[in-house]
């Protein structure tokens, strides 16, 4: 069992950044692959960023390619997204997604999820 915990989300004006976190427990994070997810209202939810369970190969979605980073401590338990040049079309509640083995795209191969952070960003 992995608990998932979001953090880091708010509001900001277009250009700016944030960066969320996921803190998750249990002893087995690092065998996990961790990604965020985002839904924005009346839109199903999509894949923003996923990274392996070393850490060691990332994928990002086109639209957010050169603008977010995302990155894991396995020490630590906790994984982070680094949002930089938000725009508006980035408000969506965030969601911190683990599942055992490879790093997917598909938002129902992921076993675990957090509550979610709410990301708005102003015009």
């Known amino acids: 069992q992995v608990q998932l915990v979001e953090s880091g989300g708010g509001l900001v004006q277009a250009g700016g950044s944030l960066r969320l976190s996921c803190a998750a427990s249990g002893r087995t994070f690092s065998s996990y692959a961790m990604a965020w997810f985002r839904q924005a209202p009346g839109k199903e939810r999509e894949l923003v960023a996923a990274?392996?369970?070393?850490?060691?190969?990332?994928y990002y979605a086109d639209f957010v390619k050169g603008r977010f980073t995302i990155s894991r401590d396995n020490a630590k338990n906790t994984e982070n997204l680094q949002m930089n040049s938000l725009k508006p079309e980035d408000t969506a509640v965030y969601y911190c997604?683990?599942?055992?083995?490879?790093?997917?795209?598909?938002?129902?191969?992921?076993?675990?999820w957090g509550q979610g952070t709410q990301v708005t960003v102003s015009s």
């Open positions: 990274i392996s369970a070393s850490g060691a190969n990332r």
């Open positions: 997604a683990a599942r055992p083995g490879g790093r997917s795209v598909d938002p129902y191969e992921y076993d675990y």
